[in-house]
């Protein structure tokens, strides 16, 4: 496919002729480009050949007869190697019936050496007309990019929220529980969706990622006290898994930590290592709340956030348990390589057994 770069340069034409006087002919012709292309010429069979092997060209001119050579054949291999080159022939013996045959071949125009005044602006236009090709053809094959991309998503998305919806009924302990449960895990991947494309499904900055999670349980921010670190983004596959955890803390703190009563709060700070690798480190930590007890079993909120961080980030999770309240402290290495997921494991974020961290 050709690209882009010949509307930053001049066009490189190759000249498939054996006359030097018509090749001084054309060339002065050919300058009346603006910016006057550059000629490669061929005289022979071989020297053609080598060219089309060496050089990637935008326009072909040959003559329609050769000693050692002929045009038809010169279109021909042009049409085989490089089919989405102009070719223009430029020949003083082309009758109708050989200019009918070269069009039905692939030629996009001829110009007769006794009207070569038409020389200019038919090379101008089949440049033209290639470039927009090409472009189409980019576009095209862009828009199909972003079509099997978002295809991708939707299925990975589905997959995610089939798991959460089979999971979350199979722990709650009624209808109204199972609901608000479902819901917040839902808001949480669709508040992640929402940042991830207003910054065009790049990088999002860690501390929007927070906020956006954060706000959507707590009122009053008040009550977070918020220590920014480093300037850090996430990819949005980091962000996605994230934030998910972030709405299991802030769920649970809602419901058993700090801020289930009107005095407690979450203390949240992170910060960046580097010292065999660039590492964030996020700590969350609950103040003023009841004493946080350690389940008598795996919840599915706790699965869920391990699993997250161990294998979509391939990161570490300690949590602490204390009078003070819940600690948990989370690192992971920045853009490392996901490795493949351990036996047992089908579902990227979800697949374990348990319930939520404290219940």
Known sequence: MQNIEPLLRPARILLLEDSLLDVELISEHLAQLSPTPEIHRA??????????????????????????????AALDMAHDRVPETPFIFVSGVLGEEAAIESFRRG?????????????????????????????????????????RELSHRVKNTMAMVMSIVRRTVKNSVSVDDYVENLMGRLRAMADAHALLFETNWKEAALQDVIYRTISAYIRNLDRISLTVGPSSTLDPKAALAFSMVLNELATNALKYGSLSNDSGRVVLNWSVTDDHEKQLNFEWREVGGPPAQEPTRTGFGTTLISRTIEYELQGKVATEYSPSG??????????????????????????????????
């Open 107 to 147: 030629a996009t125009d001829y110009v007769l050496k006794q009207r070569m005044i038409r020389l200019a602006s038919a090379v101008e236009r089949a440049l033209s007309e290639s470039r927009e090709r090409a472009e189409r053809k980019r576009i095209e094959q862009h828009r199909e990019l972003l079509v």
């Open 43 to 72: 005289f022979n069979r071989a020297g053609y050949v080598r060219a089309l092997d060496e050089i990637e060209f935008d326009l072909i001119l040959a003559d329609f007869s050769l000693p050692d050579f002929d045009g038809m």
């Open 326 to 359: 819940l600690v948990c402290k989370i690192s992971w290495p920045l853009q490392d390589p996901a490795p493949p997921l351990p036996d047992g494991i089908t579902s990227s974020y979800y697949s374990g057994s348990g319930k939520d961290v404290t219940h």
